[in-house]
């Protein structure tokens, strides 16, 4: 399927410029949109290009830079900070060998910051890509990595 048709379902649809952006994104590689896929959107909604960067780069769940396969979120909220969300943040930083905001050489994990993933009852959460993990310690940090190849 092109890019073209993923996103036609989408016009004059409520949200429908939104929902075009998530296909684009996920439909790419690198789990980012492009300034082609930017320039596609404004052309099929009727849309000023400079109001679609504008949706692309306000929503942190959209990237206009490449990023890697899978996106690790380390909610950063009250409720998993006072029991330890920092120490996931840097134990993954150190395990990934990467900064927040980073993709690690194999293009394979992007780190990032959020804010309350809902599932606060199992403080301190991440988020991998769509899938949600709680009760996390530095330790068990390395078998929560291993379920993606
Ligand atoms: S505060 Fe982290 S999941 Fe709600």
Redo the contacts with the bound molecule.
Sequence with gaps: MTQSMLIQRFIGEPGGLLKALHALQNSNTNNFLSPQDLELVSGAFGVPLAKVWGVATFYSLYSTIPRGRYIIRV?E????HVVG?HNILTALAKNLNICTGETTADGKFTLEVTS?????GV???IMINDTVHGNLTPESLASVLALYN
């Design positions: 909610c909220s009250a409720p998993c969300a309350c993933l809902g599932i606060c403080a301190p959460a």
